[in-house]
């Protein structure tokens, strides 16, 4: 009698499939983690590119409305046109453009006042006072105010109990103080 010499089946051991199953999962989770990661580097991009429109004073003044939180300005200037943006994040900049400026201007030659929501504006400024390249200092309504030496052109500025932090932003920086200590820095409503 012939003998078959067979090649004997394999069989799995079960440490092997649970390894099996473990490299399957784990290939699972690192190409999770890296779509979270590039998910989450579009999210902290920052907000949309918004578009800026000219607006009138009685525009701006329904703003705090519109946009949910306190939205703050210089007053009215006379021979000044008035451009607005508001970001998807919230942010709201009125800019005071001359009357030969086109909207959307991107230089930085324009008084802007920003408007941005912000959880703890108030103790998140104070810190920033503390800092040694910082200039700072009372305002009415207990509000403060900052300046950065490395910025000098943009004051910051948060009342206690509001969630909004506010940027006066001038091409002089001596302008953009005297705005803000001055008293003429308020809210559009």
Do not use: C
Not at 25 to 53: H, I
Not at 162 to 181: L, M, N
């Amino acid at each position: 009698m012939e003998q078959r010499v067979g090649i004997p089946r394999r069989r799995s051991a079960p440490g092997r499939s649970r390894f099996r199953l473990g490299a399957v999962l784990a290939a699972a989770l690192v190409l999770g983690f890296g779509v979270w990661l590039l998910v989450k580097r579009d999210d902290d991009a920052g907000p949309e590119r918004a578009e800026p429109v000219a607006t009138t004073v009685a525009d701006l003044r329904l703003l705090d409305d519109q946009s949910g939180h306190p939205v703050y300005w210089v007053g009215p200037r006379p021979g000044t046109k008035y451009e607005v943006t508001r970001t998807s994040n919230g942010n709201v900049y009125i800019r005071y453009l001359t009357e030969a400026a086109p909207v959307g201007d991107e230089r930085p030659n324009y008084l802007t006042v920003g408007s941005y929501p912000f959880k703890q504006a108030y103790a998140t400024l104070r810190q920033s006072a503390r800092k040694q390249d910082t200039k700072s200092g009372r305002l009415p309504n207990g509000g403060l105010y900052v300046v950065s030496r490395g910025r000098p052109n943009s004051v910051y500025v948060a009342y206690p109990g509001s969630d909004v932090q506010i940027e006066v932003f001038s091409p002089s920086a001596s302008q953009a103080r005297q705005f803000v200590t001055s008293g003429k820095l308020r809210r559009v409503s």
